[in-house]
Structure formats: structure tokens, C-alpha cells
């Protein structure tokens, strides 16, 4: 038995006349009348009393219309839901990222794609950069949010660039730094600095250690946390200078964030697998370069 058996069946159950079918489905009559009769055969009973002046349902008719129902609504459901996964209205997005940088855009960006495409779940996680690369790479995330990680080259992998972070001092607002447009790297020679761990992050790590080594001078760490959050709280507390990227810093709070000169920055990418561009994910990479062209994606307002 087919599924045309069924929908066969059921216009001629629904209208009670085998001529009433043939019009409402635009086929010929004797197609139903051979689509009946093979259900009847292979079901063994009759679905349909039926003579020349009449056609009635039988109590086995019964049961089958309202099963059939249940069977051809399931499966245009199934059908809508393909449709929409074609064209990208349907389907899964995975996204990994990385937490303080992507805070200002991330939200407002995830409920306008959330807007456009309903039908598309949305999975999230936040990671390092080393490990939102490495799950992209093998195909567990879809996207990432993410800096480039050194030594980790595939020509598999696509990014476009988001932003070039750049590379500053955070010191509490009554510092005397503070009041600075910028600040040489040299002048931080021998303070008590704060930084990301390098485990949370080998490219901003290896760009503060070039910034002082470009000055001339090995930096002294006294804290090295594991979250961003934790630097900003121990520069608050007066434990030392911060080195962060100017994304990270909440403006008109307790502390102030000098850019450091000469600039040295970081880049913020989102990354994908060239070979695994389902159209969910596509839709994302084309609504994130419309943010981008329109000035959207780093507007706080």
C-alpha cells in the first residue's frame, strides 16, 4: 500500500462518491476504483459499500479514513519541514565562542537571526579559543566565535574578520594613568601586571609577551586567572595593572582602559568548515556581514 492509496481512499471517503473524488483530485475515475480495490485486497475486507446509487463507509472504511488522516497530515508536516530545511528555514546551528569579547553584539545578533528563522534551534557554547577552533575543525560546532590559533593552519578552515582587538592597560579611574590617551608599552616595565592565562588564550598571551619584548623588557605576572572577569576584579582591588583588549572593559564603570602604543592587536574571527556549510549556517555568516556593513555589530546603542 501506498501513500496515493491512501489519499485516494480518503477523497473518495470524504466525498462519498467515486465521480466527487476523481474531480477534487483531477485524475481519472477508474484510477480510484483500482486503488480501492487493491487496498480491499490487501487489507482483506471491504473499506467501501458501494453500488450504483451509493457509497458508504464500512466499520473497517472507518477506521482506515481516520488513520489515513493521521498518515498523510504527518506526512506533509514531514514534507514542509524538508522544504524549509532546503532553503534554510529549518535545521540546527551550533555556535562556540568566546565570552567578553563577542558580549557587546552577541545577544542583540542571536535574537535578530532568532527573528528571521524561528525554525532553526540555536546551541551554544562558550570555550577557549583553542577549544572553539578545535571543535569547528572536527565538525562538532557549526561556527565559532573565536581568535586564530597559532599552529593550528587548515586550508579547510574559512574565517572572516570581525575586528582587530587592540591591546591596552586597564587601571582603576582614579589611577594617574587614567587620565592618558595612551601609554607606552615601556612605561609598564616593573609594574605588577594581570593577564588572561595563557591556557585561555595562546594568541592574546603571545601578544602581550611581544609587546614587552618589543619594548625591551620581560614582564612580571602576579595573577594570571582563568577568566576575564577575575583580571578586571583584581585591577579594581588595586593588585596591579591589567593587560586586556578594548572590548572587554565596561565603559563609565570603576576602571579605564588606556590603549597601549605602539598598537599592538589581536583579531576576533568567526570561523567555519569550508566543507560543511549547511544553509542555517550559511544564513548566519550572511546576517553577520550585513551587521558588519551596516556598523551594527560593534554599535552599543
Given amino acids: 500500500m ?19 473524488a476523481a474531480r477534487r483530485l483531477r485524475i481519472a475515475q477508474p484510477a480510484l476504483s483500482r486503488a ?5 485486497q490487501e487489507l482483506g475486507a471491504l473499506v467501501l459499500d458501494r453500488n450504483r446509487s451509493r457509497v458508504r463507509l464500512t466499520p473497517v472504511g472507518a477506521v482506515l479514513l481516520k488513520e489515513a488522516g493521521l498518515v498523510l497530515e504527518r506526512w506533509e508536516e514531514a514534507l514542509l519541514k524538508v522544504r524549509r530545511t532546503v532553503v534554510g528555514e529549518e535545521g540546527e546551528l ?26 532553526i534551534s540555536i546551541h551554544l557554547e562558550e570555550r577557549t579559543p583553542e577549544r572553539v577552533w578545535e571543535m569547528v575543525a572536527r ?20 574565517t572572516l574578520l570581525l575586528r582587530e582587538e587592540r591591546l591596552g592597560m586597564v587601571v582603576p579611574v582614579g589611577h594617574p594613568a587614567a587620565k592618558a590617551p595612551e ?28 609587546g614587552c619584548g618589543q619594548a625591551g623588557w620581560k614582564p612580571r605576572f602576579v595573577h594570571t586567572p582563568s577568566l576575564v572577569g577575575t583580571v578586571l576584579s583584581y585591577v579594581e582591588a588595586g593588585a596591579g ?20 602604543t605602539p598598537a599592538v592587536t589581536v583579531p576576533l574571527v568567526l570561523v567555519w568548515r569550508e566543507d560543511a556549510a549547511a544553509l542555517p549556517q550559511q544564513r548566519f555568516i550572511e546576517l553577520m556581514q550585513e551587521w558588519m556593513a551596516s556598523g551594527r555589530l560593534w554599535s552599543k546603542g
Fill in 36 to 40: 480501492v480495490k487493491e487496498i480491499e
Fill in 241 to 260: 595593572a591589567g593587560i586586556v583588549t578594548d572590548s572587554v572593559v565596561p565603559r563609565g564603570g570603576a576602571l579605564k582602559f588606556v590603549p597601549l
Fill in 94 to 119: 551550533s555556535l562556540g565562542y568566546i565570552g567578553p569579547p563577542t558580549r557587546v553584539f552577541l545577544g542583540p545578533l542571536l535574537a535578530e537571526y532568532r527573528r528571521l528563522y524561528p525554525r
Fill in 2 to 20: 501506498e501513500l496515493r492509496h491512501l489519499r485516494y481512499f480518503q477523497a473518495v471517503a470524504e466525498e462519498l462518491s467515486f465521480s466527487g
Fill in 139 to 158: 565538525g562538532r560546532m557549526s561556527l565559532g566565535l573565536t581568535r586564530p590559533v597559532p599552529g593550528a593552519a587548515d586550508p579547510g578552515m574559512q
Fill in 183 to 210: 601609554i607606552s608599552w615601556g612605561k609598564l616595565e616593573g609594574e605588577p601586571l594581570i593577564v588572561l592565562a595563557r591556557r585561555e588564550g595562546v594568541g592574546l598571551y603571545n601578544a602581550i609577551l611581544s
